[in-house]
């Protein structure tokens, strides 16, 4: 029947315009806007949703073995999270507000059940993301040396010693580069550890894994991204209680052995 096919024809190409499939970066963007933090979480995230949607915001999958169905980019299940027709269930939301293109819903749903369930709610999360080395779609940033020092500035370094030691610091230590990770052995004792960042933060001490923690009270993964005001308030408490920390403080960095960046 024709007219069949055509209103068969119509439907599928409605349905293509109205489904929306991401990929990673433009994800990744959309999540950054809606306030997922630019470190750890925002993969986690990128990590479940690739996995569980293929990142389409229509996904909908088949019968679950107990009949409850799984809705949207992060395939929130409608036994528990989210009600036919009206808001409702876990998430106060409607499926069909998790099958649209717009993701403030799934991403408020999605939280939500990480706060109740954690992450293993999800299956992908299990089989896919959780222990592995996950796809880093954080902001990483490498700077010039007048990029840092404005940037420090901005963030409240107006010493200009303070500022020129720790831009000779981040070049030294870090190479200026935010994704900075390096093995520190350490032969006069028992373990290694790791440090993170321009300002290479040390996860034995300063900084701690998945959880803020540690003398800094921060994350080592918040270290490596653009965003350096948790970096500059650690390195700054670090530099005013125990410089010695960085080997090149003393040696290369100090007094005239910094390179004047109050100029930039
Ligand atoms: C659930 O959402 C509806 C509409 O979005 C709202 O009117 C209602 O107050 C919400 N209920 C709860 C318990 O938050
Ligand atoms: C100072 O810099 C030089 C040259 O890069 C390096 O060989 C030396 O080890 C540095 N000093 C310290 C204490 O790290």
């Given at each position: 029947m024709t007219m069949l096919r055509i209103a068969v024809i119509v439907a599928v190409v409605l349905q293509v315009a109205l489904a929306r499939k991401f990929d990673v970066c433009s994800f990744a963007r959309e999540l950054r806007k809606h306030g997922?933090?630019?470190?750890h979480e925002l993969n986690e995230w990128v990590c479940i949703a690739e996995h569980e949607?293929?990142?389409?915001?229509?996904a909908v999958n088949h019968y679950?073995?107990?009949g409850s169905r799984d809705y949207g980019i992060f395939q929130i299940?409608?036994?528990?999270?989210c009600e036919h027709g009206r808001s409702g269930k876990g998430?106060?939301?409607?499926?069909?507000d998790l099958i649209n293109d717009n993701l403030a819903a799934d991403i408020r749903c999605a939280r939500h059940i990480k706060q109740v369930q954690?992450?293993?709610?999800?299956v992908a999360w299990n089989n896919?993301?959780?222990?592995r080395h996950i796809k880093d779609v954080s902001l990483a940033k490498k700077f010039t040396a007048c990029e840092l020092a404005k940037e420090l500035r901005r963030l409240g370094a107006s010493n200009n010693q303070e500022l020129n030691e720790l831009v000779c610091l981040a070049q030294k230590e870090?190479?200026?580069?935010?994704?900075t990770v390096k093995l520190v052995k350490n032969p006069q004792r028992y373990y290694d550890s790791h440090s993170y960042g321009i300002f290479q933060i040390?996860?034995?001490?300063?900084c701690e894994h998945r959880k803020p923690g540690n003398i800094?009270?921060?994350?080592?993964?918040?270290?490596?991204?653009?965003?350096i005001s948790d970096d500059y308030k650690c390195a700054k408490y670090i530099k005013d209680?125990?410089?010695?920390?960085?080997?090149?403080?003393?040696?290369?960095?100090s007094g005239k052995n910094a390179a004047d960046v109050t100029k930039c």
């Open positions: 997922i933090p630019n470190n949607s293929g990142l389409n915001t229509r679950n073995s107990d299940n409608d036994r528990y999270w998430c106060n939301v409607s499926c069909g954690g992450l293993s709610a999800w896919k993301c959780a222990g870090g190479s200026f580069d935010t994704r040390n996860d034995h001490v300063w800094c009270n921060v994350k080592c993964e918040d270290m490596l991204n653009d965003d209680s125990q410089g010695r920390s960085w080997h090149h403080l003393h040696e290369n960095c």
